[in-house]
């Protein structure tokens, strides 16, 4: 399995990091639309796309309005766009209002549900568990699972979220063979993480511990920050030893 990392900045692009998009080539499976969409194109391999929407924020959206030119570089047979019933119709009532961006995109649009079970990718080989997160707005995680992929693979994408360690949250996401986890804030800046309803580094560090993952990455990193650590990792490696920071280009073996 191979994750590419397109777009790893919450909030809005810097020089270093675009927003959120992350990329299942294999499976043709898309994390978020953030802007890092634009650089889909070149690593697109399936005849289909399905692309995971978190929630409806902009730093997590704006980025199918770039699917004209993705499909002109790369056309495929079918888009489908998966998110909560609420958050797709304030994308397709608002992003897509004609006053703002009047090209419609040649999507479908598929409902989640949390607790629902879903298939998706080329030849629909992937299980995936949707879960609600707490944030301002709601938004969802996910477990996507390969059955029949060796051990078992599993992967999570818990981003825009304050960081559930309770016990329901720990059976969701234990054994993962990775974590990919938002932290938005540095320790120092807890008070910011919890007004914005985002996480730190130690937080997330133990709810890795916790969950008896294989692998943590931290996703959703602050715009301001200019340094390869952004959020002051050594002291979430002294909780969970195998975390990295994700930066854009990166791409992920699991």
């Keep these: ?148 992929a060796g051990e078992a693979k599993s992967l999570i994408y818990a981003t825009d979220t304050d960081g559930d360690d309770s016990a329901a949250a720990r059976r969701w996401m234990a054994g993962a063979d990775l974590l990919m986890h938002e932290c938005s804030f540095r320790d120092s800046e807890q008070e910011w993480a919890i007004k914005t309803g985002h996480c730190w580094p130690t937080r997330v560090a133990k709810i890795a511990r916790d969950a008896e993952v294989r692998r943590l990455l931290l996703t959703h990193l602050g715009p301001l920050e200019p340094d390869d650590d952004p959020v002051g990792i050594a002291a979430a490696r002294l909780i969970f030893p195998e975390v990295s920071v994700a930066a854009d280009g990166d791409r992920i073996e699991f």
């Design 1 to 148: 399995m191979d994750l590419h990392c397109l777009g790893t900045a919450g909030y809005h692009p810097s020089e270093r990091r675009h927003t959120s998009c992350y990329f299942l080539p294999g499976d043709g499976v898309v994390l978020d639309a953030g802007t890092g969409m634009f650089r889909l194109p070149p690593l697109i391999r399936t005849p289909t796309l399905d692309i995971l929407l978190s929630h409806a924020h902009l730093d997590h959206v704006v980025g199918l309005t770039f699917l004209h030119n993705v499909l002109r570089q790369r056309p495929v047979d079918e888009i489908r766009v998966w998110g909560e019933a609420h958050s797709l119709a304030a994308i397709r009532e608002h992003l897509f209002a004609e006053s703002i961006f009047p090209a419609p995109i040649p999507v479908r649009w598929e409902n989640v549900t949390p607790g629902q079970e879903l298939q998706i990718g080329s030849g629909g080989r992937i299980l995936v568990e949707p879960r609600s997160q707490r944030h301002p707005g709601g938004s969802v995680g996910y477990r996507l699972r390969w059955p029949e």
